[in-house]
């Protein structure tokens, strides 16, 4: 009778072990999403920067390299740092701590073309968290991209705060799901939302308001300043 | 489980609890370079794009 008391004991208090750890391996899980890879995504970005920002001053042998990256994203409504952005918007692209730029379903423009709409996609949470303040973003502010050689200042004229992943038109050269239907020089920042999960998708679009050429010291254009 | 491993690792209560402290860490580590990067994608928490998937 009480060996088999015993026994059953011993293997509630087991369950209850195993239920602990389970707790606190959702907690480090969280820990990892959260913090983690923000620390290991923001490094592997301040590195690259660096390197493209070393090749714009020092180009070496061989031309234009869209690879490393292409230029940065400045949105002082984010607050803080520039976002380097890169071609593609695959999880070995995006985990990084950059913003990609769509080549499928729907291939974005890049901002030197005459017309086109130039799509991104970053982070919310996690893996450096790049677009985790787009709910800050309100018309009329500025969305600056800094390439070798141009600041393209983008003016912020349309926001959707939810809809499907299914909603690709979003990215469509000309957006008409943001009221326009004039072939122009548009930007178009996706992310998920609400935060910490990825339920829907959030999207920003933004127009080309003015280009200026880059001087030697790189002043950056008054939005920033 | 865990009074069983304990009474069961070598050594006076010192060594144990040091022993101890090895093997949370290397489980941390396991499941921070492992399992989860692993099993991130799988959940629903960080599709950021548009696509339709």
């Given at each position: 009778m009480s060996r088999a008391r015993n026994r059953i004991a011993g293997l509630i208090s087991v369950f209850g072990e195993l239920l602990i750890t389970a707790g606190l391996v959702l907690g480090l899980f969280v820990v990892y999403s959260l913090w983690w890879t923000n620390v290991l995504a923001d490094r592997a970005a301040d590195k690259e920067g660096a390197q493209v920002r070393g090749e714009w001053a020092d180009p070496g042998?061989?031309?234009?390299?869209?690879?490393?990256?292409l230029g940065f994203l400045h949105v002082?409504?984010?607050?803080g740092d520039e976002i380097l952005v890169k071609q593609g918007t695959g999880s070995t692209v995006l985990n990084n701590g950059v913003a990609g730029y769509y080549t499928d379903p729907i291939k974005s423009a890049l901002p030197?073309?005459?017309?086109?709409n130039f799509t991104l996609a970053a982070h919310?949470?996690?893996?450096?968290?790049?677009?985790?303040?787009?709910?800050?973003?309100?018309?009329g502010d500025p969305i600056v991209f800094e390439s070798k050689d141009t600041w393209y200042v983008y003016k912020v004229y349309k926001t959707l705060p939810e809809t499907t992943?299914?909603?690709?038109?979003?990215?469509?050269?000309?957006?008409?799901?943001?009221?326009?239907t004039e072939p122009g020089r548009y930007i178009t920042l996706t992310t998920c939302t609400p935060m910490y999960t990825s339920d829907y998708r959030y999207i920003v679009w933004g127009e080309l308001a003015r280009t200026e050429k880059v001087d030697a010291e790189r002043t950056p254009p008054a939005e920033l300043r | 489980m865990y009074g069983w491993i304990w009474r069961h690792l070598p050594g006076n209560a010192f060594v144990r609890a040091l022993i101890s402290l090895a093997l949370v860490l290397g489980t941390v580590y396991v499941l921070f370079q492992y399992v989860f990067p692993w099993a991130e994608p799988l959940l629903p928490f960080n599709d950021v794009t548009v696509d339709g998937q």
């Open positions: 042998p061989g031309a234009l390299d869209t690879k490393g990256g002082p409504a984010f607050g030197q073309d005459k017309q086109g919310r949470d996690g893996h450096g968290a790049k677009f985790h303040n787009i709910h800050k973003l309100k018309n992943k299914y909603n690709v038109d979003v990215l469509q050269q000309v957006p008409e799901e943001s009221g326009r | -």
